[in-house]
């Protein structure tokens, strides 16, 4: 079983920064591409970022894309996510999950995941 551990939340001010790290420990950790993923009160969880297994693809929302940069340290099974120009609407529970993959090309989701993390909370003031 994957186990998934966030750290690097806080409170910030309106443009400011966070770097977020998710660290996966478990058998088979290699063979999982890593997403965050965020759920704000009374809203629906979104897919935020994801990496697949070899780091050479990577997928955003939208909403943070331009903003936010997910990056993988293979050697040590930790995944990054950088957050600059933060804003209000950013403020939520973040989470990070594992997704298997067979491959280490195949891409990420941003819907699919096994194993999660318990979360780290960001908040952005105005």
């Known amino acids: 079983q994957l186990q998934l551990v966030e750290s690097g939340g806080g409170l910030v001010q309106s443009g400011g920064s966070l770097r977020l790290s998710c660290a996966a420990s478990g058998p088979n950790v290699h063979y999982y591409a890593i997403g965050w993923f965020r759920q704000a009160p009374g809203e629906e969880r979104e897919g935020v970022s994801c990496?697949?297994?070899?780091?050479?693809?990577?997928k955003y929302a939208d909403s943070v894309k331009g903003r936010f940069t997910i990056t993988r340290d293979s050697a040590n099974y930790t995944v990054y996510l950088q957050m600059n120009s933060l804003k209000p609407d950013d403020s939520a529970v973040y989470y990070c999950a594992g997704d298997f993959l067979l491959e280490s090309s195949d891409p990420c989701s941003l819907k699919a995941a096994q194993f999660w993390g318990q979360g780290t909370q960001v908040t952005v003031s105005s």
């Open positions: 990496i697949n297994r070899s780091g050479r693809h990577t």
